[in-house]
């Protein structure tokens, strides 16, 4: 009895190391805060972390007395941790080995969700192909919004092929803030993306008319933020040029400030009702602004 006493103290004190020094030599997984509980198995314990560092050999040995699906305290599988990682091999052995696809974590990430964040076309095809589905997040994005901002089109293109959610309206909850705001990806991509983002996104069949909450339309968004090639593209795709915010802001107001004339020019030019007071003259059969003034007294 006391024998078994004392077997049974020193695999505490073994496990309880191994929880203490699960980032001891790695400065990665120091890094991501990434843990392991202390009260669950042995053998799941050494499956999550060797599927975390991407050791191949020593998660098919921890496999042997592990259960697959187990979970951390973060409530993180062993594909989970693998997918985290980029470990694209381990992913594959334990996909092969039955593991569940379909894990969500506590925040609403999944295996295609990380497969995003790293940029990793080859596993999002993979992960599309068994019907993984986009992890919706507690801040309302979800793997799509992931894909508009990881700038990767391979990766963007491979989702909106296979997810017709181009045009979804998202409700944003900003962290540490009560308010929420309705948006599109098409908006995002204009104030945060690069160009390409939002052309791809256009061509896929997003609305270029649909507002966010404010009243701002993706042609209003792009002049707001100083993207004027994106407005003049989104013009030559049939962006509406006599939309307004509900600040009262409209393509030739964004235009004359940012003293753009060929815009307030298309503008001036389209028959639109102005809430303007314009002075321009006709030069080589042109009009030509040269007063400007907005009645609201901006």
């Not at 009260?39 to 592990?66: E, M, S, T």
């Not at 697959?68 to 693998?82: G, H």
Request: charged share 25%; net charge positive; proline share 4%.
């Amino acid at each position: 009895m006391v024998r078994i006493k004392i077997v049974g103290a020193i695999l505490s004190i073994v496990l309880l190391a191994g929880c203490n020094n699960y980032y001891s030599g790695n400065k990665n997984i120091q890094k991501d805060k990434a843990s392991a509980p202390c009260n669950q198995p042995a053998w799941d314990f050494n499956l999550h972390r060797y599927a975390y560092i991407g050791d191949l050999k020593k998660v098919k040995h921890a496999l042997k007395h592990a259960a697959i699906n187990s979970k951390d305290q973060k409530r993180m599988s062993a594909l989970m941790l693998a997918a985290f990682k980029d470990r694209e091999d381990v992913v594959e052995y334990l996909i092969n080995q039955g593991a569940d696809c379909h894990f969500l974590s506590p925040g609403g990430r999944n295996i295609l969700s990380y497969a995003v964040q790293n940029k990793n076309p080859g596993l999002v095809k993979k992960f599309l192909a068994l019907n993984v589905l986009p992890g919706r997040y507690k801040d309302g994005k979800d793997t799509l919004w992931q894909a508009v901002y990881s700038e990767n089109l391979p990766v963007l293109n491979l989702l909106l092929a296979h997810f017709p959610g181009v045009d979804t309206a998202y409700v944003i909850k900003p962290e540490n803030d009560t308010y929420r705001t309705q948006t599109t990806l098409l908006l995002q991509s204009i104030e945060y993306s690069p160009f390409e983002v939002t052309q791809l996104l256009v061509e896929k069949g997003a609305d270029i008319q649909k507002a966010n909450s404010r009243g701002e339309t993706p042609l209003l968004s792009a002049m707001r933020n100083g993207k004027y090639e994106t407005a003049k593209y989104l013009i030559s795709k049939g962006a509406m040029l006599d939309a307004k915010d509900r600040a009262g802001n409209t393509l030739l107001s964004y235009a004359m400030k940012a003293k753009k004339e060929d815009l307030a020019l298309q503008a001036i030019t389209s028959g639109i009702p102005l809430d303007t007071q314009v002075t321009y003259k006709i030069f080589k059969g042109k009009p030509v602004v040269y007063e400007y003034d907005i009645k609201k007294g901006c």
